[in-house]
């Protein structure tokens, strides 16, 4: 079931007043978002990633197209109480304490106080920020106030959740305790859709991605799917007898790196079992072996340069 | 509910600034200077007026005092002081990172407008309420006349103040800058409404020194007719504080409308606009 549907989503900026001119900050963008994954959204600056999110959460509109979230169209109001956002940027008011802030921004998403009551410490505990909670948030750092952003976004219990760069300005142990906030999240089924330029960690915790360039959706699946070069087997072994590398060269269409690496095209799982029987009939041994696979950086590089 | 928590976040908004404490900090300051001014001064002419007339006379003593208080200087300088403290709240919510937040919440951009203006006119009534308010016991139990028509003067102050702040709230919506949105509206409606609430009075006077053109004085008819009429507003409370009949309610009925149109062109405008 899908949770978002994006169906030849555009978005055209009027450009400098008078000239008529038209800036595409998005052109005919389509793909859908399943119920419980972790989607990554990926591209360079200006790609249109955020007009995207805006569109979908109803805070800047479509020029034409449509999107559907819930399967409801995103101008509905009601859709945002099943969904939980955390900007870019964001200005929370800073004469508010993190509970207070808490306090607001669930009332604003149709929460009572009693419900407030029993979940904000929840949710500030859950960030590390229960011991920061009636302080005032100009003392916050930036990477406070991300968790506390965080935790705003995830107040109402939303089965949706938004977050652009949500660890901007988080140090490495904070960033993996919101990735780990964030897989405990889709452990409970909550669909969680990521806007960051880190993809090492898009590639750590993501099921699925889309890459956008200049407004056009130049690549959409799963992260596997993305990052894999084809049937590519690297095996890494004990010292090849001159007979073995001959047999790897011919019969199986290898190439070589060295005396104890090879790597192989293979289509099926069984060839890949066919040779491991044969190195270990010929007494080597076999220390590893991977299927290669790019990682998403080079991936996205190359898939931009590609575009431009 | 969430608009309840919309006006109490604007509420939150005026205190944590101080803007709430700058308001009743200088109309304690206003009453205190008008304890001593009444003490010294008026009180003993209106009780000179009381030894040598009738109750009458101190009923009409009091009003007509009462009716000073509200008359259009400190009309002007009340309504004027509370849409520049005002005028920042609707340039301040569109700040980028606080308007994302907030339209992403489930809150209609219809309510988050009529949520500012309901906050922003509340915190107007409260205040007035406190500064008039005051001002009316001082005199009545300085007097013992104790004339409750003078309260109504808040809610035609606050009247006045909602409809001048329904355009503040329709060019911050456009501009994004108080200053600018305070700059136009201080320009545009107190001079004019004044010149154009003179303008009315002499065509209805006989004696005209002046002679206008068919032209001139039909231009002059219509932007009088469509424009707020802070001034006649403000002539009609002071009809309600001397407890004198009203004859026009035009000026009260126009306004409503200029206020309905600049509220609907808000909300049009903020339901359209890309944040």
Redesign the interface.
Same mark, same amino acid.
């Given at each position: 079931m899908s949770v978002i549907e994006i169906n030849s989503l555009t978005k055209h +900026?009027s450009g400098k007043k008078f000239s008529g001119d038209k800036i595409k900050a998005l052109e005919k963008v389509s793909f859908n978002v399943g119920n419980g994954e972790i989607f990554g959204l990926l591209g360079p600056n200006g790609a249109g990633k955020t007009t995207l999110v805006?569109i979908l $959460?109803?805070?800047? #509109?479509a020029t034409e197209g449509n999107a559907m979230i819930f399967d409801k169209p995103v101008t509905n109001? !009601?859709?945002? *109480?099943r969904?939980g956002?955390l @900007?870019e !940027?964001?200005? #929370? @008011?800073n +004469? $508010?304490t993190g509970e =207070?802030v808490i306090d607001? #921004?669930g009332? $604003?998403?149709?929460l *009572?106080k009693s419900d407030l009551d029993k979940t904000t410490y929840k949710y500030l505990k859950m960030v590390g920020m229960d011991e920061w909670g009636t302080t005032k948030i100009k003392k916050y750092s930036k990477g406070m106030l991300q968790r506390l952003g965080l935790a =705003?976004a995830m107040i109402s219990n939303p089965d949706l959740i #938004?977050l652009d760069e949500p660890t901007d300005g988080v140090d490495p142990i904070g960033r993996k305790e919101i990735r780990d906030v964030l897989l405990d999240l889709k452990s409970q089924g909550k669909t969680i859709f990521l806007n960051s330029h880190l993809l090492s960690e898009i590639e750590l915790i993501c099921d699925k991605v889309a890459i956008l360039n200049k407004g056009e959706l130049i690549k959409v699946g799963s992260v596997d799917d993305i990052t894999s070069t084809g049937n590519k087997y690297i095996f890494t072994t004990s010292d090849l007898k001159e007979d073995v590398m001959n047999k790897v060269l011919m019969e199986y269409k290898g190439t070589l790196h060295g005396k104890n690496e090879f790597e192989c095209n293979i289509n099926t799982v069984e060839e890949v079992n066919k040779i491991i029987d044969y190195l270990r009939s010929s007494n080597v041994l076999i220390h590893g072996f991977n299927k290669e696979k790019n990682s998403l950086e080079s991936m996205f590089i190359n898939l931009i340069e590609q575009k431009n | 509910m969430v608009l309840y928590a919309f006006i109490k976040g604007v509420f939150r908004e005026a205190f944590a600034k101080r803007i709430l404490l700058t308001i009743f900090g200088f109309f304690s300051v206003l009453i205190l200077l008008f304890v001593f001014g009444i003490t010294n001064s008026t009180v003993e002419g209106l009780q000179l007026m009381l030894e040598s007339g009738s109750a009458g006379g101190l009923k009409e003593a009091v009003l007509t005092f009462e009716s000073y208080i509200v008359s259009g200087i400190p009309m002007f300088m009340l309504v004027a002081s509370m849409l520049i403290i005002t005028s920042s709240f609707v340039p301040d919510m569109l700040k980028k990172g606080h308007i994302d937040l907030l339209l992403s919440k489930p809150i209609s951009r219809t309510k988050i407008v009529f949520g500012h203006f309901i906050a922003a006119t509340l915190l107007v009534l409260f205040s007035f309420t406190f500064l008039l308010g005051s001002i009316w016991i001082l005199i009545s139990a300085k007097t013992g006349y104790w004339n409750v028509s003078f309260l109504y003067s808040i809610v035609w102050f606050t009247f006045i103040f909602a409809v001048l702040y329904s355009s503040v709230m329709l060019i911050g919506l456009l501009s994004r800058s108080n200053i600018l949105s305070l700059i136009i509206n201080m320009l545009m409606f107190f001079p004019t409404t004044f010149l154009l609430y003179l303008a009315n009075t002499y065509f209805q006077s006989d004696q005209k020194g002046i002679v206008f053109g068919p032209v001139a004085e039909s231009l002059l008819k219509f932007f009088y007719n469509i424009l707020p009429k802070a001034w006649d507003v403000q002539d009609i409370s002071v009809l309600y504080v001397t407890q004198s009949p009203i004859t026009n309610n035009m000026p009260i009925i126009s306004s409503v409308l200029f206020m309905c149109v600049m509220l609907s062109l808000s909300i049009w405008y903020f339901n359209k606009k890309d944040y």
């Open positions: +900026y805006k $959460l109803g805070i800047t #509109f109001v !009601n859709v945002k *109480r969904v956002y @900007p !940027n964001h200005k #929370f @008011p +004469y $508010l =207070q607001y #921004f009332k $604003l998403s149709g *009572r =705003q #938004f | -």
